[in-house]
């Protein structure tokens, strides 16, 4: 009995598996519940049928052009070819807009394209009909389309789904990444209000250092105003419709035609084509769709050389939109139903349990519990009838599967239930978005910083447009490649390094010209090696070791990537270029540098230069010049002197207080030391230096401004005397004028050298800066792109500011000098001895001989302050001079006068205005943003050298021409409303 009761029980839990499994058998399997679990992903994080929907192509939409008779004689027919790429229209439905470029045109003229549309466009629709042969006329009934063959061409192609037309102002989207105008990331879904479905894609390119967040936006796509690119109204149409076709009726554009107007008579007239016939070349597609291109993957004409041909193609891509709408409702599944049928079968088990052990129903009372720890069940049961506990022993253990089974069960169904209702989610909200295939257009080619301005309006005209399809075109016959013959030409021929101040050692410029002919060296791409050469070793010099460009690449400039192993470390890292020319790149066939002290050992050395040419970057032969740059050193240099009145009235400089312009002495890179500042008729002293170790007492020395001797002085009234190593000048010239001085030096052992030195000429400047010590009183304004605005402040009510003047040249009333006058003029009131006595109240103060003056600001929020600084280098007296400085001035006028026979000269000043707004609140970093704080907090300390800094010479000259050509007025206030 006991046998039979334990098979009876085994053969019960086989049967009790396969019974729970056969349960769910049409809802759930395995693979179900694992879709389930799929689905609670889904929801938190991703749709993955919209993904599937919205699937982005990396590589965007291509053409190429290819030609079937690629190397024609002159008069002979070629057909361009074009393959597409990642459109999702047929052929038939795209829009090729070809453009026809003859040697003659102007690429920088920026009707050229056009020309180049109209020209291609009427070729392509006009076949072999012409006019003339057929008396055509076009002036009866010019105004019907009796031939029927207009054609309204919807955005993205013949079959496209159109576009919106509007601009930025309609739609916000325009010009931003699509990703800008998302409702739902996670499931790429666009605000439809926002977007034209006109894009323009981003291929991306190789990015420079400073550019790497540009390489985010690489694959992306940009949102773009619907235009299409088809050709305007030719100008050249028949003379019967001259007047039209030149008119401003003309600028009818192409593809708009409708059923009521049509293309009539005197549009077809501009194109030259048959005003009877709806197809005029006889292809298929009627005239105003010939025009457009539509369908037109094949372009065929009569070959001219020089003749280059360009595409733009127009249509839907395999790429979709996902925009916004409205999704269904859907009735969501609940766990009762299927709670139901498993306690239905739990109750099926247990009389199986029962009938299996023999046990009535009335025979014991069973209880059971599942431990929420472990998940184990636990049954107790009481047997009523003193039944077989064997019997009693296998039931329990049966009806504990029944209630694992029914845990089981009702998992599974929770699981189930999940999925349905996840399903169901899906199919409603698919319904909420409409799907739209993009529309772009596509050139040829991809903009790089090396084809910007290769034709006027051919979309890559900036480096906003990098990264981006262009309206490239591509030449038909090139003729065998030869090799390029390069003349390079140095300048000066001798250059001299200074080992006195490498400032002043020679801008070198290296110079090459293709001689070939029908070459065009701006496109050619041009590579500069450089090797360091001794004069011994000048034949065997071009070896790994002697290379100094073995870093640059292209893009790196010479300054930076000219480099030595000074240490000897086997590590090449010391700079010895001042140069800001490229290194290699299109275009790049003249460079200029500045060789350091580093750069050469011996006192004749040579720079052996490669210029490896190439006809444009992606040809693999070049050509090879050699050129060698002989360097000497030069041991004289030039140091400069700010002439002032010495306490007893006599006139000089002080070697350690007075020199200006020397980086070496002062050991601050401020520029200066490249080009000097000067105002018109200071007195200057230039003395020479020479190399450490060297006997003055035997050199010569000759003096030189612009080319011109400088005399000596007879009757030396200086105090520094007027011996032949020290020269002394006014300053003479223009604003903005760049002078050289030039010393010439003898040396009884060696020859000749020459030292150089550049100032430039300018009235005196006084840049408006911020002193206060607390950043939350005062600061900067910043502009809405984050830039800091000049002479822009924001106060706050209340509060003690100070504001300083930065005098260009920064050598100006240094070590209690006065150089010049410095004047505040606060809301229309000149700060001086008077406004103290008027407004002994005001709270404002000078400091530091005028330099700083410091004020409260008013209560009042939403005031405006006016600031105005004037410095002013004045030779005659003034009416609040003192006596003193009165003598003065008499004394600087006697010098000109009577030392240098300077009678001409004159006042200069310039005038600086800062508009100061008062606020309620300190700006804090977190709503400005903490960078905008930083420099808004450390303006006011920037010393004035940061702003006038430069690297090269001709940089310099910009900067004055920014730092003096800017300057307005506020309206001034009355005393009576001071501060209002």
């Known amino acids: ?100 470029l003859r040697a003659e045109d102007d690429l920088q003229k920026s009707e050229t394209i056009e020309k180049a549309k109209r020209r291609a466009a009427k070729i392509m629709a006009q076949g072999k009909f012409n006019p003339v042969y057929f008396a055509t006329d076009y002036s009866t009934n010019r105004f019907v389309d009796a031939d029927k063959d207009y054609f309204k061409a919807p955005f993205g192609g013949g079959n496209g789904v159109g576009g919106r037309e509007g601009d930025e102002t309609k739609y916000a989207g325009i ?64 003379e019967s419709v001259s007047e039209f076709c030149d008119s401003g009726e003309s600028e009818y554009i192409l593809g708009t035609g409708n059923s009521q107007e049509g293309f009539t008579a005197d549009k077809e007239a501009c194109w030259s084509l048959d005003p009877n016939n709806p197809d005029t070349d ?32 127009e249509g839907m891509t395999s790429i979709v939109i996902n925009e916004e709408g409205k999704a269904d409702d859907w009735e969501e599944m609940t766990l009762e139903e299927r709670q139901k049928e498993c306690e239905a079968e739990k109750a099926k088990c247990d009389d199986d349990c029962r009938k299996a052990v023999g046990i009535e129903d009335d025979q014991t009372t069973t209880t059971g519990t599942i431990d929420p720890a472990t998940g ?51 199919e409603a909200e698919s319904k909420a978005i409409n799907g739209y295939r993009k529309i772009m257009w596509t050139g040829i080619d991809i903009c790089t910083k090396d084809k910007i301005d290769l034709m006027a309006n051919d979309e890559c005209d900036s480096e906003d447009d990098i990264g981006f399809s262009f309206w490239a075109s591509k030449l038909v016959k090139e003729k065998a490649a030869e090799n ?220 030189q401004v612009d080319g011109k001797n400088l005399t000596p002085i007879n009757n030396c009234p200086f105090q520094n005397g007027c011996n032949q190593d020290i020269v002394y000048f006014v300053v003479t010239g223009e604003d903005l004028e760049r002078k050289v001085i030039t010393l010439k030096a003898k040396e009884e ?41 000049e002479d822009l402040f924001e106060v706050v009510a209340g509060k003690e500011v100070s504001f300083r003047a930065d005098l260009i040249p920064n050598y100006l009333n240094q070590n209690g ?51 105005k600084l004037i410095v002013k280098k004045s030779f005659f007296a003034e009416e609040d001079d003192t006596d003193e400085e009165k003598v003065k001035k008499e004394r600087e006028r006697k010098l000109l006068e009577e030392t240098f026979g300077i009678l001409n000269y004159r006042d200069s000043e310039s005038t600086r205005v800062a508009e100061i707004s008062v606020v309620t609140e300190p700006v804090t970093a977190m709503e400005k943003g903490s960078l905008k704080l930083f420099f808004a907090s450390t303006i006011k300390n920037a010393p004035e050298y940061l702003i006038f800094s430069m690297r090269l010479a001709i940089m310099l000259i910009l900067s004055w021409a920014l730092l003096f050509g800017f300057s307005y007025f506020s309206d001034f206030k009355s005393k009576d409303n001071f501060w209002q």
């Open 376 to 426: 184990e069940v636990n049954i107790t049961s009481e047997t009523k009838s003193g039944e077989d506990p064997l019997a009693i022993q296998d039931y329990q253990i049966c009806k504990e599967e029944c209630i694992k089974k029914y845990d089981k069960c009702m998992q599974e169904a929770q699981g189930y239930v999940d999925y349905i209702n996840q399903q169901r989610q899906i």
């Open 484 to 703: 390029l013959e390069t003349k390079v030409t140095i300048f000066p021929e001798t250059p001299q390094i200074s080992t006195v101040d490498e400032n002043s050692s020679d801008f070198v410029t290296l110079t090459a010209e293709i001689t070939n002919e029908n070459t065009d060296g701006n496109f050619a791409y041009y590579k500069w090696d450089f090797y360091a050469c001794g004069e011994e070793g000048l034949e065997s010099c071009l070896k790994d070791e002697n290379l100094i460009t073995g870093s640059c690449i292209e893009g790196s400039s010479l300054g930076e990537c000219a480099l030595i192993d000074k240490d000897g470390d086997g590590v090449a890292e010391t700079p010895v270029l001042n140069s800001s020319s490229s290194a290699e790149g299109m275009g790049v066939s003249e460079i200029s540098f500045q060789p350091k002290n580093d750069l050469l050992p011996s006192e004749k050395s040579y720079l052996k230069v490669l210029i490896k040419t190439k006809r444009d970057k992606s040809k693999e032969q070049y050509s090879v010049t050699e050129v060698d740059v002989p360097f000497t050193k030069s041991n004289t240099g030039i140091r400069l002197f700010k002439i002032s009145e010495n306490s007893d009235g006599s006139f000089g400089f002080n070697e350690k207080e007075d020199e200006i312009c020397n980086k070496k002495e002062t050991g601050v890179d401020d520029g200066y030391s490249v080009m000097c500042p000067v105002f018109p008729y200071q007195i200057v002293a230039g003395k020479s230096a020479i190399k450490e170790g060297m006997n003055e007492d035997k050199f010569s020395y000759a003096w």
């Open 749 to 789: 052992s060696l020859n000749n050298s020459t030292a150089q030195k550049i100032y430039s000429v300018n009235s005196p400047l006084g840049l408006i800066k911020l002193d206060s010590e607390d950043p939350n009183a005062a600061w900067a304004k910043i502009k809405s792109d984050g830039t800091t605005a």
């Open 282 to 313: 006889g292809d298929g597609v009627p005239d105003e769709a010939d025009l457009i291109g539509m369908g037109q993957d094949k372009f065929k004409w009569k070959y001219k050389n020089g003749d280059r041909v360009g595409l733009i193609v």
């Open 175 to 238: 010009g931003k990444y699509e990703e800008e105008s998302y409702i739902d990331k996670a499931k790429r879904v666009v605000d439809s209000t926002k977007i034209t479905r006109c894009y323009r894609h981003n291929y991306g390119y190789s990015f420079e250092e400073e550019e790497e967040e540009k390489e985010g936006t690489s694959g992306k796509d940009l949102v773009i105003e619907c235009k299409h690119q088809f050709p305007v109204v030719d100008e050249n149409g028949p």
């Open 1 to 100: 009995m006991k046998i039979k009761k334990i098979i009876a029980f085994v053969s019960l839990f086989f049967l009790l598996v396969s019974n729970v499994q056969a349960f769910f058998g049409k809802g759930i399997s395995s693979g179900d519940v694992s879709m389930a679990a799929d689905t609670l992903e889904q929801r938190y994080g991703f749709d993955s049928n919209i993904l599937r929907r919205a699937s982005q192509s990396n590589t965007g939409t291509g053409v190429s052009i290819n030609f079937d008779n690629p190397t024609p004689q002159e008069g002979e027919e070629v057909t361009a070819i074009a393959i597409v790429e990642k459109y999702e229209n047929p052929v038939e439905k795209l829009y090729f807009t070809w453009f026809l």
């Open 817 to 867: 000098d006065e150089d010049v006058d410095i004047l505040w003029i606060l809301n229309g009131e000149e700060v001086n001895k008077e406004y103290f006595e008027q407004y002994p109240d005001s709270g404002v103060t000078l400091e530091e001989g005028g330099k700083k003056i410091n004020f409260s600001v008013p209560e009042k929020v939403g005031s405006k302050i006016s600031l």
